[in-house]
């Protein structure tokens, strides 16, 4: 009798491990949602990673509503970022400061560095300064995409040991670069400053031409172009 109620609960284990292994292995297989971003400079494609899953389901719920379609690129500063992604832009007067603009929620941080990081292209959540929000939660819907620049190693080691005096730890993995981080720093180029900081949720698979080009356009003192550059639409794809 205990042999066969051992024997059952060994069936029991070996059928939901079997279970679980099933399911990870789906999930680890999911494929990549893809963003269109249609662009009065242009179009770019981008991919939403699953690593993050928060922040790639609450981008395609917004993607869905529209909510994107209409916004302004309102922040771009050379060598930096683009962002985008605030709801007041979409009827905003010309030089009307732009930012605050939200949907009404946040999102938990997703920090996965080191092997989620701020390279060349990579697609971000904005998010308040650390005074107001400690947490470091994102916009709801806010967002930024990387052009950078190229770093150093010397300036790349100066950088982390600097975060990690002030964020962390000398064994906490979250501040340090990983080799293929420097690589990309180094030949490719990113924010590196803004990595254990601010989400990392996706990247540009195509039209980092478009993110450069937006970049570089004259800007007044708030980093507002001045001339519009309106997303026209933002659509899933396969």
């Known amino acids: 009798m205990i042999m066969k109620r051992l024997f059952f609960h060994l069936t029991i284990l070996l059928s939901s491990t079997l279970l679980l292994s099933c399911s990870t292995a789906r999930i680890s297989k999911t494929k990549e949602q893809k963003v269109l971003i249609q662009t009065t ?67 938990p941080a997703e920090f996965k560095t080191p092997a989620i990081y701020h390279k060349y292209g990579a697609l971000a959540a904005a998010r308040e300064s650390d005074d107001t929000n400690p947490h470091k939660v994102s916009s709801g819907c806010q967002f930024y995409i990387v052009v950078g620049k190229k770093f150093t190693d010397e300036q790349l080691d100066k950088m982390q040991e600097s975060k990690i005096a002030r964020y962390g730890h000398t064994n906490d993995s979250t501040y340090k670069f990983s080799a293929q981080a420097r690589h990309d720093y180094k030949n490719v180029g990113g924010t590196p400053h803004l990595d254990g900081n601010y989400t990392v949720y996706g990247e540009v698979l195509k039209g980092m031409d478009v993110a450069e080009k937006i970049s570089k356009v004259q800007t007044n003192s708030h980093d507002r172009p001045v001339k519009d550059i309106r997303i026209k639409k933002m659509k899933l794809i396969r």
């Open 41 to 107: 400079e242009g179009d770019i494609t981008l991919k939403l990673y699953n690593e993050t899953p928060l922040h790639r389901d609450n981008f395609i719920k917004l993607v869905k509503a529209k909510t994107y379609n209409g916004v302004l690129f309102h922040r771009v500063i050379k060598e930096f970022m683009i962002q985008g992604g605030d709801p007041n832009s979409k009827t905003a007067a010309p030089d009307m400061m732009l930012g605050e603009g939200d949907v009404g929620y946040t999102i």
